[in-house]
DNA sequence: CCAAGTCTTAACCATACAGTTAAAGCGTAC
DNA sequence: GTACGCTTTAACTGTATGGTTAAGACTTGG
C-alpha cells in the first residue's frame, strides 16, 4: 500500500515531473529539451523521472499526445455541435481559441514545430482513426448554402481558413511581432482587435 | 589564385555543402540535424564542412536567414507594390504562396519550428528593422475603405489573416490530412480547390 | 616539376546527454 | 520499532556529437 512520506505523495509527483515535463517540452521543443532541465524544473531528481516515466521519448510522447488530444477536440466540440447556429459557431470559436492561445501562447508554435519534426508521430499517438466528425458542420454548410444564405464551401477549405487565421499570430508570432510592427503592447491590441474584427471577416467571407 | 582540382571548383563544392545543409537542417529542424547527415548528404566528410563554414550554428543561422531573407520579401514584393489593385494583391499573393510552398513543401513547417524554438534569432539575424513598407498596402486598405469599396480593415489583421489562410495547411499539414481526411491524392485536390476558393473568399471578407 | 589550393583520411578530444545502479535517508502505517 | 515505499545522492556507463588536427592525396597553373 502508498505510504506517503510528505505532504507530497507519490501521484502528486508523478504530477509535478509531468506538470514539468509540459513547461520544458514547449517552450524547447522535445530535441532540445534536456531531462535535466525536466528534473531541475520539477525539483527532483534524474533517477525519479526514470523511476516514473522510463524514458525522455515517453515522457515527451505523453506530452505531445496531451496537446493533440485537447487542441483539435476543443475546437471540433464546438464546429461539431448539431445545436448551434453556424454564425455562432464561428464566434464562439474565434473566442474560445484566442482565450486558449492567450492563455497557453506556446502550444500552438509546440504543435506546428512537434508536427515538423516527426509527423508520423501524429498517427503512431492518436491512431489513424478520421478524427472528430466534420458530417455535421458539412451538412450545415451544405443547407445554409442551398438556402443561399452563404456560398458553398467545402468544410475542409471553411475549417482550415477558420483555424489558420486564429492560429497564425502564435505560429508566427516573432515574425508578426517584427514585420507588422506589434511589439509587446502592440501585440495586445492586435489580439484584442483580432477578438473582434475576426468573426466578422469569416463570416463576410461566407456571404453569398 | 584558386585551383579548381577537379569539375567541382571550390565555390562548387561550397555550394553543394549549403544545399544539402538546407536540405537537413528544412526537414529535420536544427537542434535535430546533424552535421554528419549534412556531411554524407553532400558527398563529403565532416572536416571539409568545418573548412568552409566553421560551425554547425553558423551554417544553421545561414539557412535560417535565408528562408526568412526570402520567404517574407516575395510576399512584401506584391503586397507592397503601388501599381497593383487590391483585388489583384489578394489572387498574386495566394496564386505565388500556393505556387511556391507546393514547390517547397517544408518551408513554412521549418520556420514555424525554428522560430519556435529560439524566438531571439530572427531579430539577432535580420535585425530589427521594421521590415518592409506596409504603407502603400494600408492607405490601399484606407482609401479603398473611403471609397466604400471594402470595410476598414487595419494592414496588420488583414496581412496576418491573408498569411494565415494561405500558410495553414504546410504549418500543420499531418494536422489537416489526419482530421479534414486529406490524405495523399485528397490532399492535392484541396490544395487545387484552395488556390481557386481563397481568393474569393478574402475578397468577400473585405466586401462591405 | 613545383607550388598552391582543394579535399580526404583517420584519427582524436571534450562534452553533453540519456539511461542505470546501489545505497541510504526518511516518513508513515502497522 | 520495523517493514514498506517514496525519494535522494552520487556515482557510473555508453554513446552521440561537435569540433579539431595532421598528414597526405589529388589536380591544376605556371
Known amino acids: 500500500m502508498p505510504t506517503p512520506p510528505s505532504e ?23 530535441a532540445a529539451a534536456r531531462t535535466q532541465h525536466i528534473a531541475d524544473e520539477a525539483g527532483v531528481n534524474k533517477a525519479l523521472i526514470h523511476y516514473y516515466y522510463g524514458t525522455k521519448s515517453a515522457l515527451a510522447d505523453a506530452v505531445f499526445a496531451h496537446h ?41 508554435g509546440y504543435l506546428a514545430a ?27 454548410l451544405a443547407v445554409d448554402a442551398e438556402a443561399g444564405l452563404i456560398r458553398p464551401i467545402s468544410v475542409q477549405q471553411f475549417v482550415a481558413t477558420l483555424i489558420g487565421a486564429v492560429v497564425i499570430p502564435f505560429v508566427m ?31 463576410a467571407g461566407l456571404r453569398p
Open 8 to 30: 507530497l505523495d507519490e501521484s502528486q509527483t508523478r504530477q509535478r515531473i509531468l506538470d514539468a515535463a509540459h513547461r520544458v517540452f514547449l517552450t524547447r521543443g522535445t
Open 114 to 140: 512537434e508536427l515538423h519534426a516527426e509527423p508520423e508521430r501524429l498517427t503512431r499517438l492518436v491512431g489513424a482513426h478520421g478524427g472528430p466528425p466534420l458530417d455535421v458542420l458539412a451538412r450545415q
Open 173 to 203: 508570432r516573432p515574425i508578426m511581432t517584427l514585420f507588422l510592427g506589434l511589439e509587446g503592447e502592440r501585440m495586445q491590441e492586435f489580439l484584442a482587435e483580432r477578438r473582434r474584427v475576426l468573426p466578422a471577416f469569416i463570416l
Open 68 to 108: 493533440v488530444r485537447t487542441f483539435l477536440p476543443r475546437l471540433f466540440a464546438i464546429l461539431g455541435d448539431p445545436d448551434r447556429y453556424l454564425e455562432d459557431k464561428v464566434h464562439d470559436v474565434v473566442r474560445e481559441q484566442m482565450d486558449f492561445h492567450c492563455a497557453h501562447p506556446y502550444v500552438a
